[in-house]
């Protein structure tokens, strides 16, 4: 459920699945969701074990975000500074997009609801 989240999230930043680092990215929030201290290791605890699981290197996986960010900061930058809640000056690093995106969808969809 968490990973249909994350791909709304990626739908409203007009992120598509075409890009090779829509998959690393889905992983690499998945990370990030379930441990937010992973944010401060994030080769180590994120970029190595998503790299793990698709065979490839961490910087592969690293630079295949930052090609999503750059992307998406070209094309909709109004988004990306909408869901970052501040002024952006230039395409978020890769470890930026994964926490924007992991900070929206915690406020977005796991935040509970008022008990009443």
């Not at 441990?35 to 994030?42: A, I, P, Q």
Request: proline share 6%.
């Amino acid at each position: 459920m968490i990973e249909w989240y994350i791909e709304q999230t990626l739908q409203e930043l007009h992120i598509q699945k075409r890009y090779c680092g829509y998959r690393l990215l889905v992983l690499s929030t998945v990370l990030a969701l379930e441990d937010e201290n992973s944010l401060t290791e994030v080769e180590s605890r994120i970029y190595k074990p998503v790299a793990r699981q698709y065979h490839c290197k961490p910087s592969n996986v690293e630079r295949n975000i930052r090609t999503v960010a750059k992307r998406t900061w070209e094309q909709f930058p109004d988004g990306l500074c909408q869901m970052a809640r501040y002024d952006l000056t230039g395409p978020p690093s890769p470890s930026e997009l994964i926490e924007m995106i992991m900070n929206h969808v915690q406020r977005t969809y796991l935040t509970p609801k008022a008990f009443f």
